[in-house]
């Protein structure tokens, strides 16, 4: 198996992308510099799978891989807003949360040879995500925007929770005996 194909390249880049916008995400001065690269960054994340099943490069090592990246950028970015006080300490706590449920979930199947595949809800969930990052970095040039996050922020959280619970209930059964 080969690691370095362009899709876990593309994978590992949205990973080492989370340092410089964790950084500057503590000044609101190069927020729409943050908001372009990550949207660039995000782009990352559709492109890899794309190029991933085109050119048949799918292998578990990158559909583990862009999940980690997802999380590891997405959660990165929420607990620093957190810090600067653009989200509640309650939300973060639900994705985190969540996020670890899962990965645990997913580790415990994968030792009984069950994947756990990305559903439409858990793609909703990170759809909601990515949307909220954005309109956070665009809030203080669009200021309407502060009321839109505090809907998205209910929506991601309720969409987080919703998802979190239907990855169990799909795969409950795996536990019987247990």
Same mark, same amino acid.
């Given at each position: 198996?080969?690691?370095?194909?362009?899709?876990?390249?593309?994978t590992f880049i949205r990973?080492?992308?989370?340092?410089?916008?964790?950084?500057?995400?503590?000044?609101?001065?190069?927020?729409?510099?943050?908001?372009?690269?990550?949207?660039?960054?995000?782009?990352?994340?559709?492109?890899?799978?794309?190029?991933?099943?085109?050119?048949?490069?799918?292998?578990?090592?990158?559909?583990?891989?862009?999940?980690?990246?997802?999380?590891?950028?997405?959660?990165?970015?929420?607990?620093?807003?957190?810090?600067?006080?653009?989200?509640?300490?309650? %939300?973060?706590? @639900?994705?985190?949360?969540?996020?670890?449920? /899962?990965s645990g979930l997913r580790? =415990? #199947? *994968?030792?009984?040879? $069950?994947?756990?595949?990305?559903?439409?809800?858990?793609?909703?969930?990170?759809?909601?995500?990515?949307?909220?990052?954005?309109?956070?970095?665009?809030?203080?040039?669009?200021?309407?925007?502060?009321?839109?996050? %505090?809907?998205? @922020?209910?929506?991601?959280?309720?969409?987080? /929770?919703?998802?979190?619970?239907? =990855? #169990? *209930?799909?795969?409950? $059964?795996?536990?019987?005996?247990?």
């Amino acid at each position: 198996m080969k690691i370095w194909t362009a899709p876990n390249i593309l994978t590992f880049i949205r990973i080492l992308a989370t340092i410089p916008m964790f950084i500057i995400t503590y000044d609101e001065k190069y927020y729409l510099i943050a908001f372009l690269v990550y949207i660039l960054v995000s782009l990352t994340d559709l492109l890899d799978g794309y190029i991933a099943r085109k050119y048949n490069l799918v292998s578990d090592f990158g559909k583990f891989m862009d999940q980690i990246a997802d999380k590891i950028l997405i959660n990165a970015l929420f607990i620093v807003f957190l810090e600067i006080h653009k989200l509640p300490g309650w %939300f973060v706590a @639900i994705i985190i949360i969540r996020d670890i449920f /899962i990965s645990g979930l997913r580790m =415990y #199947l *994968a030792n009984k040879n $069950v994947v756990v595949a990305a559903d439409k809800w858990g793609k909703a969930k990170t759809f909601l995500q990515t949307i909220l990052i954005a309109s956070l970095y665009l809030t203080p040039t669009f200021v309407f925007l502060d009321n839109f996050n %505090f809907i998205l @922020i209910l929506l991601t959280a309720f969409s987080s /929770i919703f998802s979190g619970y239907n =990855y #169990l *209930a799909k795969n409950i $059964v795996y536990f019987k005996g247990e």
